[in-house]
Structure formats: C-alpha cells, structure tokens
C-alpha cells in the first residue's frame, strides 16, 4: 500500500468515521460506516432517535418505515461531533409490484493469498464458516464467503429468483467448480448463471460449460430466457473463450427476438460491461462500443421497456446505450461488495445496490477498500442515481 493516499482525504471527507448513505429503496435505506468507535452512539432520522451499540469498526444499520419519495435528515453522533446525511426514499413504479429478484457478479471463487497482498492479504479465522474449504495457511475461501452473505441477504430480501452475471470462478478448476455448486446448488429459488471472462480464460482446466453442468450448474450458452411475473430475462453469453474481451453484436437477432415476443418488460444480463469506443480507456476492456451498439439498438427498437446489466468492471454506473438503460453493479469478491435487487412491476421496475452487511463481510470489504491508494473507493463506487433508482417502462 504506498505510503501516499487519498484514502485519509476520503475518511476525513467521510466524517472520519466513514459514514454513509449507502442505499435507499422506497421505504428503507442501507446506512453504513467504516471506523465507528465502540460504545453507544445516538442517530437521529427525523423524529426518531436511536441508539446504536457497536463493537468498533466497520458497519451497517437498516433504517425502516420511511415513506416513499420522502426527504429525511440523518444525524450520527459520535462524541462531539454529529454527522449529517441526507436520505431520499424512490418512488415505486407505477402498477403493482409482481416479482423480486437479485443478481450477483463477480464471485471469483479461488482467488486467494496470490492475488492479494499488504491490507487486501487474506487472513485466518479461528473458525472457518461450516462448509467453507480452507488452505494450508489456514485461511478460508474468503470469495466463498462473501458471495454466500450475499446470497442470503438477497434472499432475505425477499429475492424469488438469483441471476449470477459471471465470473463465478477466478480460474475454472474442479476446486473452484466445487465452491459453485456448494453455493449455487442447492438454493431455495431458481439461479440463472452466466460466464465470465476469468470462468473461459486460458487458464481454464476444462470447459466450464461441461464442468458446470457435471456439478448440476446449468451456465447459459448463446441466449437463453426465464420468463417470471411481470417480467422476461433475457441471459446473453458476452464471453470469447481464452479472450478478456466481450462481444454480444452476434446475439442481437436471438434476443431482439425474444424480446419483442416477451408481452412484459426485459431484464438483459450480460458479463461484459459495453465500451463507449471501439478501444478500451480504463481497465477492463469490454463489449467494443460499436458492437454493444449495435446489439442494444436491435433489442430497444424491439421491446422499449427494457434494462440491461452487467459485471466484470466491479464497479457500479448507469448509463443508456443506443437508448437503452445499461447499469454495471459492483462484485461480491472486493470493495464495495454489493448484490443488486430488482422489484418488478407492470410500469417499470426498481433497482438497488446493497453493500453485503454480514459483519465479516463488510469488515474485509472495507479493508479492500483502501486498494490503489484509496482510489479504487472513489471508482468503483459509482453515484447513488447509479446504484438505486425506479425505472417507468417508456
Ligand atoms: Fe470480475
Ligand atoms: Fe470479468
């Protein structure tokens, strides 16, 4: 970690305690913090005055009962100073409210001590979580754990149906393969999953479209659908085997088709995040901006009630490509270490991006946070209208 950062602008930016709003829905918010000191502290919403015991450190508290479209005042006080946050509730969309579901991306289950080093070292535990594999050193599939949180908070968010947008492993071995299925497999609600980069990359011991399905992984090949209520998901394969690159152009037909048959709106999910040009200007490279193009442009003129999503940059943005709304939610593996839900209605559908609050979670996330000198907070973050917001079907 090199000695000059911006993370100690970042802390005293944040209140010092790294206090934050970190997402909101119509009736809740997500409040988290990343050094709070141990002891009773006050938080005001409002009216409403509340007590919060901690134990020092990073965490999270889930502020409830706000109406929606409502304006609330936050105030944290920790010794002699009080911290203000804002909290701005969404409206619904219109229509009544159908379905949930949820997505995670960006597992990369195994990446381990190799990848990491200095705050970002994985470390041992005295008690690994039952089920969770660990290594010579001692030190637990962290990856495994997080992507785990994360799929229990979604499902206790009420999530009826999971979409893994890639990136499951960070190389495909039988070891990394195993994790997936132990995580994926035996799940309460139907999982969806697609590819990514790390999943087909050179490095791969076998076909990961064969290893997954050996383990009862279905990974989606070219397009394939899930109609729920209210809504289709649309899956589009990104990935080029042995290549970091995603291309989805040669899909545009197969989904424009499903799209315009669905009678509903559209959830497309992808890996790869769609370039603004055909060259790459910040790391990853992705879907070359033509090609992404041309794709969205065949989908939209299809079916206009539509959103897409997708990893692989680990970072949250929301943008319109060829008029259709694009979003890329952050990964569970580091900083900010998110799942995205979605509500459906018939007018539209909501989106929102939660941190992981499990406290082992979030205390490793926030460690992570300090990658590239603190840069990598102020990147991958992204603006709350990036990561929640309501959608009305055009
Ligand atoms: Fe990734
Ligand atoms: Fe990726």
Redesign the pocket.
Known sequence: MPERSVEPWLRRHAGGVGFEVAAVETDRAQLVWADLPEGAHTLRAGRRALVLETAGGPGSFELTDLAPGSRTEVRLEVGEQTLRRVVHTLLAPPGPSRFRFATI??LHLGRGDRQYRGPLAHRGVDEPPEGVPVDDAGVPARQLINARAAVDEALAWGAEHLVVK??VTEETTAGTWDQAASLLGELPVPASVLA???DTGGLAEFDPFVGAAERGLRLTRGVDHVDVPGLRIVLVDSTLPGS?W?AVARHSEAAATLAAEAGSGVFVAT??HPQRFSVPVFW?H?IPGPDARRFAGAVVAANRRVLASS????RNRRRSVAGMPWTEVAATNHFPGVWAGYEVHDGGIRQVVRRIAAPEVLEWSHRSRHAFGGAWALWSTGSMADRCFSLTWS
């Open positions: 991306s960006d890639g990136d990514g980069n790390h970091g995603g890996h790869h990853p992705g990893g692989h940059t680990h």
